[in-house]
Every structure is written in C-alpha cells, then in structure tokens.
C-alpha cells in the first residue's frame, strides 16, 4: 500500500483535511465550515467543541472519498489560525469559554493601558511583537477573569484563576487543542508559541515577567517542540475516532506553514498569502531582525536538533475578507465576479477603499481604524469599489513590503504567493503593478496544508531532506509588472491619504468596554 501524509488545517473560516503524495500532490481533501460567533460589536468567538468535530469529520470524510485507509497515514501534521485562543480543563477536556478568534478586539483598552504604561518596547523586545488586542496573552487574561466558572460533576469550584495554578486548567492556541485531543498531550511549537505574546522568542522559553504581567499561571502552558519534530508530538489513539496509531509529528502557525510549504528555506526568502487577511513573511535566517517600521519579528521554522529560523512578518488583518464584504452587501454574487466587474473601468476615478473593518495591522496598528470609502462622485458605480477594494489588498502589501525592505535591507525582487484570492489573474497582476515586482505563484497552492505535511513528513523520514521539497515546487503562472512607476508611485501616494482618513475612528462606540 502506498503511504502519504496528512495535514489538519484548521482555518478562521472552516477546518480541511489534505492528504499529499511524495510529489507533494494533493490525493485527498476535505472541508468543513465553523460558525462565526459574534456577541458584540468587535468580539469574534468560535466554539472549540465544534472545530474539534470538524476536525474528526473532514479526516474520515477525506479518507473515505480518495478510498484511503488511516494506516496509509505515515503522519499527521497541523497548521492552524494562529493567536486564537481556549482554556480548557486538562482532565475532561471541556473548554471553560468559547475560543477568542484572533481578529477578537475586546481586550483593547487592556492593551492601551499597557501602552500608557511604557511597556510596549520590552514586550517587543521579547517577543518581537506589537502590543495589541490580536495576540493570545489579553486574551488568555480576558478568559480568566470573565468566563463563566464550569459546574464541575465535583465538588472544585474555585476561581479560575486558583485552578490553573493547580494544573487542573490550561491555555493554549489551536494547534495545542488539537494536539491535545490527538493524543492526549499538551504541546505546541515555537512558531504557534511566538504568537501569544507570552514567550521570549531569543530565549526561547516562556517570559516569566510576561506569564506575571498578564497574571497567566506557568502551569496552564504547554510545552514548546519543534515545528518538525523526531520525537512526535505524540499519536492518535487506535481506539480512537482514527482506529489506528499515527504519529502526529509537525505544526506551524498557517503563515510559518505556508513559507515552509512555499520553500521559503533560505534568508531573503518572501511569501504573501491572501486569505481572510494577507500575511507577508520573509525568512531572515537564524536572526531574529528588530523592526522599525511597524513588522512584527516571529519564528519562522525549527526543525529537530537545529536552530530557530526567523522570519519578518507583516499582518494585514483584511483582505479576502473585503471581497466577502462585498457579497455580503450584494455588490457581487460571488469573488469570481470581482475580476470581471473591476476590469470593466480603465481606474476607479479617484475612489479608495480602506478595509479596517478589525482596525488596521502592520505597519499601521490602529486597533480604532475602520472601514473607510472615500472619493466616491454621483459618476462612482459598483465597479469602481469593486476595483477600490482589489486595489486595496495591493496597496496594503505594497505598505508592508517597503517595511520590509526598510527593515531587512533586502530587495524583494520576487514574490511568492499563495491563498484563496490568487486564483484571481487580475489581482496577481495588479499586486505586480503596484509592487514593481514579479510574482509567482505556484501549482499548489494549498500552501498552508502542504507546509504542515511537509513539517510532519520529514519528522518521520518521509522525506529525507528539504532538497526534495524544493524540487517540488513549480511555478504555475508568473505575472510582471505592465504599469510604470511613476504612474502606480501617484496612485499609491493617494492611497496613503485614504488610511490617514480611517485611523482612530471607533473612540466613541462603546467598543471593548
């Protein structure tokens, strides 16, 4: 029987279960979709419970559609929506609150106490990161001080608090709850780690001053692995949903995951994926690159008995998203539909469209930002925001690629992209206008999922090296630059003045109070 390896990708949106060949080809795929939980204005949950049977039916439904059997499965690796967080109790396993989505603002006036405080430099300095409401540690805290206390079948009441000192509660993001209800384990790796806010990522540990600031009790978190790791997280159960002992043996958050299943092994290296958001990474090797310019500094990869590679990372909260707005308000019926309508106008006449509807990322960080249209004349039809919006997913990586290069001193000369939105040929053309750059996407590009089998499969000499990985890498289509510069440099000077016109705008609306 030929064996494959699996991959959990565990989405904001839904939950996919892939399973790839030694040519790093899809042989099987599943999907299913979560609900979004919205109680209030910029509060955005999901119910851990149901990924986690998400998560079981797409592997089954996977397997049993390409006619697999689970032995066939040499190992399972995961990548996962990063920042989102769950506290759950270790023995039942039962969440004490839904999980906090990563695009969740609730907890920003913590963050700006902690900006007023002075302390946003150390957390930077520590974990490479912005203070602000997207990473796991506000909202860890949040969890503990508001949720509801479980009725226990036993007699431990208590605060929350009090019993994650005890080791009876843990936190941790959804790698570590799916590997945790894998194999009963409680692990995550650096990558997934260096986004909580919570963990010096040069030291490589958890920061006690951190764990203390935000009053997380060391107890509740997991411990920190490799992305790619020997010694396997641990194994599914063979009595389990599976029938059968695989090991589960690699995860990365889904930005690490797709610069892994990109290739992305060498400094200089850069991806962008367009999902819900658009995420902007280059590998800057075994250093970890301060930044200037509003770039978050994260752990690209670690493989078993190397060092941590580093990454430079720009987070740009709304992308996809905004073409899922445009459904939403019925300008379009569908995101096919995008290309055809903003091809139909030579411009947008002067209209831009500003998707800070989660408030703005890098290199901005406004967490008050929101959605904003401007220029907008009795001649603007729906064509013109449709393009507006196209636009601005270009125009928000064009932000985040002069950071990087400011930040790194290396010429991005070409892009790889991967994510839902670059089947669209327009857009991939447009991001190479606005860039001044080439952009390559590739033929599988499931990224995301191929960069987590990819981690898991070489953990259990699956493959052998990462030479084999990069020979399976091709290139589907190449797009370059048709536009000149001086004409995309004045629309791209406008475009500043748009985000200008968004910042700081929810002061008043009772948000996060």
Known sequence: MTQYVGAIDQGTTGTRFMVFDHGGQVVANAYEQHEQIYPNPGWVEHDPIEIWENTQQVVLDALADAGLEASQLDAIGITNQRETTIVWDRETGKPVHNALVWQDRRTTDRVEEIQEAGKVEEIREKTGLECDAYFSATKTEWILDNAEPLKMQSSRGGDLRDRAREGELVMGTIDAWLIYNLTGNHITDVTNASRTMLYNIRDLEWDEELLEEFDVPKEM?????????????????????????????????????????????????????????????????????????????????????????????????????????????????????????????????????????????????????????????????????????????????????????????????????????????????????????????????????????????????????????????????????????????????????????????????????
């Not at 367009?274 to 752990?299: K, W």
């Not at 125009?395 to 002069?402: I, K, P, S």
Request: hydrophobic share 35%; charged share 25%; aromatic share 8%.
């Open 221 to 513: 978190v997991p411990e920190v692995r490799p992305s790619s790791d020997e010694d396997h997280y641990g194994h599914t159960d063979a009595d389990g949903f599976l029938g059968e002992e695989v090991p589960v043996a690699g995860a990365l958050g889904d930005q690490q995951a797709a610069l892994f299943g990109q290739t992305c092994f060498d400094e200089g290296d850069a991806k962008n994926t367009y999902g819900t958001g658009s995420f902007y990474l280059m590998n800057t090797g075994t250093e970890a690159v301060a930044s200037d310019h509003g770039l978050l500094t994260t752990i690209g990869f670690q493989m078993s008995g190397e060092p941590v590679q580093y990454a430079l990372e720009g987070s740009i909260f709304i992308t996809g998203a905004a073409i899922e707005w445009l459904e939403d308000v019925d300008l379009i019926n569908n995101a096919a539909q995008t290309a055809e309508l903003a091809r139909s106008v030579e411009s947008t006449d002067g209209v831009y469209m500003v998707p800070a509807f989660t408030g703005l990322g890098a290199p901005h960080w406004d967490g008050r930002a929101r959605g904003t249209i401007v220029g907008m004349t009795r001649g603007t039809g729906k064509e013109h925001i449709v393009r507006a919006t196209l636009e601005s997913i270009a125009y928000q990586t064009r932000d985040v690629a002069e950071a990087m290069e400011a930040d790194s001193g290396v010429e991005t000369t070409s892009l790889r992209v991967d994510g839902g939105a670059v089947k669209n040929n327009f857009l991939c053309q447009l991001q190479s206008d606005i860039l001044q750059t080439e952009i390559a996407r590739p033929e599988v590009d499931e990224t995301t999922a191929l960069g987590s089998a990819y981690a898991a499969g070489l953990a259990v000499g699956y493959w052998d090296t990462v030479d084999e990985l990069r020979d399976n890498w091709q290139i589907d289509r190449e797009f370059s630059p048709e536009k000149d510069q001086a004409e995309v440099d004045t629309l791209y000077s406008r475009w500043g003045d748009a985000v200008e016109r968004s910042l700081n705008w929810a002061r008043d609306d009772g948000e996060g109070e």
